[in-house]
């Protein structure tokens, strides 16, 4: 089964400098992997997703993703964090990649923090 | 803005009374999930359906039951609320007959306690 890590449970980082949020996964074949948001008392929106093609995704809100198979990582940057960035971010894997009747399968999030 | 919703937001209620949390979507998107999730936590996935008259649970063993007799609506339904049961429930849409151009649309969830 497809599967994916956040090893970090809370990031902290000032407004104006760079943020990473690390990603991990482990998949059979070529992965199909997503970033999503929470904010306080919402639901998840969907942030960018890497399926084949650049390496360099970019989504939702100045956020992108570097997919790097050799790492099996999938990390979501940030070149200048805002206080509103602070939220909670889930990174997704598609299982089994190649079938309709596939389910999204969600890492356990990673608090983000943005100090002014 | 999301054509996903989910009623009401905010649910307090007695042990052992029967409820219902509705999941309407406007997209005609085919499969439908619900998740829990304890605040702040992951999503543990506890149903979904791939259409019409079909429901499946999830990976988290939940008390709850689903029904789908509508494309658009998704209701869950707790017979007998406990405390354990407190917790967010999202609701979630994606199109047939592939998710990977899309990923998931999400509802505002509903927020349940049980006192």
């Known amino acids: 089964a497809q599967s994916v890590a956040q090893p970090e449970d809370q990031v902290n980082v000032a407004e104006g400098n760079p943020l990473t949020v690390k990603c991990t996964y482990s998949?059979?074949?070529?992965?199909?992997l997503f970033w999503y948001v929470q904010y306080p008392n919402r639901g998840l929106q969907f942030l960018l997703k890497?399926?084949?093609?650049?390496?360099l995704v970019k989504g939702s809100y100045g956020f992108e993703a570097e997919f790097n198979k050799s790492q099996t990582s999938f990390h979501l940057k940030k070149p200048s964090a805002l206080v509103s960035d602070s939220a909670l971010y889930f990174c997704?894997?598609?299982?089994?990649?190649?079938?309709?009747?596939?389910?999204?399968?969600f890492g356990s999030g990673t608090r983000l923090s943005i100090r002014p | 803005e999301a054509d996903i919703y989910q009623t009401p937001r905010y649910l307090v209620i007695g042990t052992g009374k029967k409820i219902t949390l509705e999941c309407s979507q406007t997209?005609?998107?085919?499969?439908m999930y619900w998740y829990q999730q304890d605040p702040g936590m992951e999503l543990h996935l506890i149903h979904y359906?791939?259409?019409?008259?079909?429901?499946e649970k999830g990976d988290l063993s939940s008390e709850s039951t689903v029904s789908r007799i509508r494309t658009e609506h998704f209701p869950l339904t707790l017979e007998s609320a406990r405390p354990s049961h407190t917790s967010q429930y999202l609701c979630?849409?994606?199109?047939?007959?592939?998710?990977?151009?899309?990923?998931?649309?999400f509802g505002s969830g509903t927020r349940l306690t049980v006192v």
């Open positions: 997704a894997v598609r299982d089994p990649p190649y079938s309709s009747a596939s389910k999204i399968i």
């Open positions: 359906s791939y259409g019409v008259n079909s429901t």
């Open positions: 979630a849409s994606t199109p047939s007959p592939t998710i990977s151009n899309y990923g998931y649309t």
């Open positions: 998949v059979s074949g070529n992965p199909y």
């Open positions: 890497y399926i084949t093609g650049d390496n």
């Open positions: 997209m005609g998107h085919d499969k």
